[in-house]
């Protein structure tokens, strides 16, 4: 499921746990800044294969999550 590997990824780079992030959490809220977003977006490539640029992510988790899904198909 993505939401959990997404999770391990967000929580590798932002320090919070994984099981406190939810498809709620705003991005920001986590101290997540530009760099971080590219960082994070360079280990979704690894992991889904699909290309994401930094102004599509969305705010929440669950808008990262359906961008994912999107560029998947």
Sequence with gaps: M???KLKEII???SGEEAEN????????DLGIDSLTTVEIL???EDEYGVS???GEIGKTV???IAKIEE???
């Excluded at 992030?21 to 920001?28: C, D, K, S, Y």
Aim: proline letters at 0%; glycine letters at 4%; a negative charge.
């Design 2 to 4: 993505i939401l959990e």
């Design 62 to 64: 669950g808008d990262l």
């Design 21 to 28: 992030i939810t498809a709620e959490t705003v991005l920001t």
């Design 52 to 54: 994401l640029q930094a």
């Design 11 to 13: 929580a590798d780079h």
């Design 42 to 44: 360079m280990d979704i």
């Design 71 to 73: 560029a998947k198909q």
